[in-house]
């Protein structure tokens, strides 16, 4: 308890401070306060705690993560309030999409963790490319947003350029080679490391191999020394795969011939159809027998003409609050 107080007053001042403008702001935007030098840094004079250890995050001596991708305002916590309600369980981990040149959500994140949350970051490169990241052309951006990170001082997940094994984002086979791909990958961590930013999970996160299967996923792969967790990409559809053998296992498989990093389902649901509640059981009974699977991130989304989400559901929401129920989870803070 007097942990949870320490750290609800750390949060707290660092959320005063970052609404009064001292978390930096990217490149191009508007001079002012916002591009000082974040809290902790010790370029600015200020005092520098130790950088959160993340060690039991990354690897938990027990539990479970229970995660939460969902529609609302940035910052929002009344969607996880939402799922939370819905399965009767609170997530230990909120999903947000971030942009390319956009800020560090330092406000979202101490929002997430007062809730008792890890904040989970996918990082989409949109509007840059793997070569122009590694040429060193948004160092400015990376350095500013690395500083944020360990100005705040609390544990954050990012995801780089999730799925990048796929064609479907700019960042994807489509646009980029794995070689430019790990090149921007291992250049951005650098830039962390530079700034001290030892408080991130990195989470490499392809696609599951079944849409793709010509694709080898170790060329895209950065390197032990730059990732944390592998995170993986799988949905159960009506008209694909609706087990974890057909659906993630090839996948599982292919990646542990090279790394045995922790595995995370970093972005999953089940669509609408007579097979849902079995699917959504055989997903948590998966996550819960397998000690390599560390947990779920819920895509709980309306979108692209398919509701995902939970609440909207009531026959999916009782199965899935009945199934996780017994999930204990990671104790995040």
């Keep these: 308890m007097r942990r949870r107080a320490a750290i609800g007053l750390l949060a707290g001042t660092v959320l005063a401070a970052s609404v009064a403008g001292c978390i930096p702001r990217p490149p191009g935007s508007a001079a002012g306060p916002g591009n ?42 009344a ?21 390319w040149k956009s800020p560090f959500p330092a406000e979202t994140v101490v929002h997430d963790w007062s809730y008792g949350a890890l904040s989970y970051l996918a990082w989409e490169p949109y509007g840059t490319t793997s070569r122009a990241i590694a040429e060193g052309r948004s160092d400015a951006y990376i350095s500013q947003f690395a500083h944020a990170v360990r100005g705040l001082n609390l544990p954050v997940a990012i995801s780089f350029g999730h799925e990048m094994n796929g064609f479907w984002y700019p960042w994807g086979t489509g646009h980029t080679t794995a070689a430019d ?17 030892s408080n991130v999970i990195w989470v490499w996160n392809p696609n599951v191999i079944f849409p793709v299967p010509q694709v080898r996923l170790r060329p895209y792969y950065p390197g032990d020394a730059y990732v944390d967790w592998v ?25 542990q011939a090279f790394t045995h990093k922790p595995f995370l389902i970093a972005e999953t649901s089940v669509e609408s159809g007579p097979a849902e509640v079995t699917c959504a059981s055989h997903l948590v009974s998966v996550v819960t027998r397998h000690p390599g699977i560390l947990g779920f991130i819920w895509f709980d989304y309306n979108k692209g003409g398919v509701d995902w989400r939970v609440e909207s559901r009531p026959i999916l929401r009782a199965a899935l609050a009945k199934d996780v129920a017994g999930i204990q989870l990671v104790p995040v803070n």
């Design 79 to 99: 969607p996880v309030r939402t799922f939370a309600a819905s399965v009767g369980k609170k997530p230990n981990i909120v999903g947000q999409y971030l942009a």
């Design 36 to 77: 000082q030098m974040p809290i902790g840094n010790a370029q600015a004079g200020q005092p520098t705690l130790p950088p959160y250890d993340i060690a039991k995050l990354v690897n938990p001596a027990s539990g479970k993560y229970l995660g939460v991708e969902g529609s609302g305002a940035p910052g929002s916590l």
């Design 181 to 197: 791909f790990v090149a921007a990958w291992r250049h951005i961590h650098t830039l962390f490391t530079r700034a001290g930013a």
């Design 231 to 255: 995170g993986v990409t799988g949905y159960f559809a009506t008209t694909g795969p609706q087990t974890y053998a057909t659906l993630y296992k090839s996948t599982v498989t292919e990646v």
